[in-house]
């Protein structure tokens, strides 16, 4: 990953409100809801593994929409 490409920049940021999101709201996941984050982080991992940096911000924008459809329940 080189970290001067902008998507790489966005997977950044968007890793870093992932993060938040699951530190502010980890209390409230149920056990499916939690299995789905650890799965959809190692998704995006993988991709980052893979230098696929545009599947891997494609993930991590799914997986920011699903962690605030979780705080909005």
């Given at each position: 990953?080189?970290?001067?490409?902008?998507?790489s920049q966005e997977v950044l940021q968007l890793s870093y409100e992932i993060v938040q999101?699951?530190?502010?709201?980890?209390?409230?996941?149920?056990?499916?809801?939690?299995?789905?984050?650890?799965?959809?982080?190692?998704?995006?991992?993988?991709?980052?593994?893979?230098?696929?940096?545009?599947?891997?911000?494609?993930?991590?924008?799914?997986?920011?929409?699903?962690?605030?459809?979780?705080?909005?329940?």
């Open positions: 990953m080189d970290d001067l490409d902008p998507k999101l699951i530190e502010q709201n980890v209390d409230s996941f149920n056990d499916e809801e939690t299995e789905e984050v650890i799965t959809s982080h190692e998704t995006i991992s993988f991709f980052l593994e893979q230098d696929n940096v545009e599947r891997a911000l494609v993930e991590a924008q799914s997986l920011k929409k699903y962690l605030i459809k979780l705080t909005q329940k």
